[in-house]
């Protein structure tokens, strides 16, 4: 048997009040009308802690105590730990602890799992304090590690496996990566060891992606995004689509068409799916999957992409899907019961104009989306107009639910935290 391989993390513990807690000049102070953010008729939102740091994905404890991962490290220190003692909707006791930074995080079977871009961890949770007991535990390494799409993000599902993302390093597998007039690797050998989702075993330490990791789907350039639905028993992720179709392309894209395309994809997973890329996207204004114009396609062509899987639902591109949450609660109205919320952090690569700085909600039926995408929180970028990602206040990263159904939603520019609860009243 393979021997079992167990890291040891530096553990140290702050105070929120032994840290700096400097604001930063782009926020927006705005402690009333809902922390800034516009929401449907009957929902609130209170900022529940702020100035956190880089936060990315978010957890909440069946306890109450909230956990998040930081993109990097504040004070040596990675993760955090909060606490809203006195039940008044804002954190009063915050921890940092761990050496690690990242960006996804989950609880599952009493463990916290954190990632880091080349693996995932676990702390024993404990009952005594908010912060974890113990070291880290190493679960799965050897995840693919490259600058672009490093972050791992994964999620549980209710037969004892973890899924995990591991985005592939590119563009569109071009031979001369973002090099305009290089072609298309064919095959892609990137599709080895990233752009897709691996399952592993969610208990046993000491796995390695290649040697333990099964490639459950492909195809899927970077997700992000991802969640177990326990309604209709799938892993569903939101896909960050390919950039720089007119840059690369212009007489085959207009710089109106390269920012609305191609659409980020929304997948429900199976086992063995192919959902096409470096070799097809998805465009919505035409509703079909095309060819990549760096496999020969001309925006029209469908050729080899009858072969892939569509998505379930697609939005407009350079949005940046980061996070998806299937809500389960019992707080919000029914209508909201069973579907998904999904926080789009905005991109670098659309112009004139950046979008997508909000929390979207898919209404659910079964294992589809039921209804158009609503936006459902808004006011995160404190600007009408953003010409750049630096010009937004805020940028929507992670979801999470509480015990009592209430929304939590992070930010990774300054580390703000907000809880949208639901009270039918105005």
């Known amino acids: 048997m393979k021997n079992l391989i167990f890291i040891v993390l530096g553990l140290s513990v702050f105070s929120c009040s032994q840290l700096d807690r400097e604001k930063s000049s782009v926020m927006v102070n705005d402690s009333q009308n809902n922390g800034g953010l516009t929401l449907p008729d009957g929902f609130q939102s209170s900022i529940f802690s702020d100035t956190l740091g880089k936060a990315r994905h978010i957890v909440v404890h069946q306890n109450g105590n909230v956990y998040i991962n930081l993109r990097t490290v504040r004070n040596g ?29 989950g609880i599952y079977q009493d463990h916290l799992y954190y990632s880091t871009d080349s693996s995932i961890f676990r702390m024993q949770l404990s009952s005594q304090s908010l912060v974890p007991e ?26 004892g496996y973890i899924y995990v993302n591991v985005g592939a390093p590119a563009n569109a597998c071009m031979e001369q990566g973002r090099t305009k007039g290089s072609p298309g690797m064919d095959p892609c050998p990137l599709l080895e060891n990233s752009g897709g989702v691996w399952r592993f075993q969610a208990t046993v330490p000491g796995q390695d992606q290649m040697e333990d990791g099964y490639r459950y789907s492909t195809g899927i350039r970077n997700a992000v995004a991802i969640d177990y639905n326990p309604n209709s028993k799938h ?103 069973n579907g998904a919320f999904i926080a789009f952090h905005g991109s670098w690569n659309r112009a004139p104009e950046q979008k997508g700085y909000h929390v979207v909600f898919v209404p659910f039926e079964g294992e589809q989306p039921s209804g158009d995408y609503e936006i459902f929180a808004d006011g995160f970028a404190g600007t009408d107009t953003i010409e750049s990602p630096g010009d ?17 939603v992070t930010d990774d520019n300054v580390g703000r935290v907000w809880k949208i609860t639901y009270s039918g009243q105005n």
């Open 134 to 159: 113990g070291q880290g535990e190493l679960m799965i390494g050897g995840l693919l590690n490259k600058r672009q799409h490093a972050a791992k993000t994964f999620t549980f599902d209710e037969d």
């Open 392 to 408: 937004a206040a805020y940028r929507a990263t992670g979801l999470a639910q509480g015990p009592d159904g209430a929304l939590y």
């Open 77 to 105: 220190q990675g993760l955090v730990a909060l606490k809203d003692s006195n039940e008044d909707g804002k954190a009063d006791e915050i921890e940092y602890f761990s050496e690690t930074a990242g960006t996804g995080i």
């Open 235 to 337: 892993v569903y992720v939101v896909q960050h689509g390919r950039d720089q179709l007119h840059q690369f392309f212009p007489e085959l894209y207009s710089e109106e068409q390269s920012a609305e395309l191609p659409a980020e994809e929304f997948f429900m997973l199976n086992d063995g799916a192919d959902f096409g890329w470096p070799y097809c996207y998805y465009d919505q204004i035409q509703d079909k999957k095309v060819l990549e114009p760096e496999y020969g396609g001309n925006g029209q062509e469908v050729g080899r992409c009858d072969e892939k899987e569509d998505p379930i639902m697609a939005f407009p591109g350079h949005w940046g899907p980061n996070a998806l949450l299937f809500y389960t609660g019992d707080m919000f109205p029914e209508r909201y019961k």
